[in-house]
């Protein structure tokens, strides 16, 4: 996975558990102490969460940060 494919994933992955969750992105934002922009600039792709907010991401969502930026672990891919 380059880090093209890691963005988009991120990206896709923070709007897909947001609204699996049926939050609105101004409801994400305020769990995040952040403005509703900074989710929209998320998840449409023109910046990427720092690892911090990614790892409060991922709590937020119950998720693990592989999961959260579409990375399968060595394990799971090995029994495919």
């Not at 101004?26 to 952040?34: D, I, N, T």
Request: net charge negative; charged share 20%.
């Amino acid at each position: 996975m380059n880090n093209i494919d890691t963005k988009n994933a991120i990206s896709a992955n923070i709007k897909f558990f947001r609204q699996t969750m049926g939050l609105t992105q101004g409801a994400l934002a305020e769990k995040l102490c952040g403005k509703k922009s900074l989710v929209s600039n998320y998840e449409n792709g023109y910046s990427v969460p720092d690892i911090f907010t990614l790892i409060e991401l991922a709590n937020i969502f119950d998720v693990t940060l592989d999961e959260l930026v579409g990375r399968e672990s060595e394990n799971a891919a090995s029994h495919k």
